[in-house]
């Protein structure tokens, strides 16, 4: 998804978007926390390199659209390092 499309799909611009909680977008946010977590222990245990689920988000004018999120992991030298990419999942 780019910036551009991420922008009028959560009605708020970069710079308005820089510092906000991505969860609190999220229509069951805490759900995709959990999933997060979930995911970093699998990371941990070696177990897993990548997960894809749906959820919808929610614009700041109140619409709700349903999006893709893909994660992926890197190792770094502390800690692993999660990627999140959201993309269109209204044809999903």
């Known amino acids: 998804m780019t910036n551009q499309k991420a922008e009028e799909l959560l009605g708020s611009s970069r710079l308005e978007l820089l510092g906000e909680n991505i969860f609190n977008f999220f229509l069951e946010g805490e759900r995709l926390k959990q999933e997060v977590n979930l995911y970093l222990e699998e990371i941990r245990k070696g177990k897993r390199s990548a997960a894809t689920t749906l959820h919808v988000v929610r614009s700041v004018a109140g619409g709700e659209h349903r999006v893709e999120v893909a994660l992926s ?14 993309r269109d999942g209204e044809g999903r």
Do not use: E, G
């Open 73 to 86: 992991a890197t190792q770094t030298d502390s800690q692993p390092m999660i990627t999140a990419i959201l």
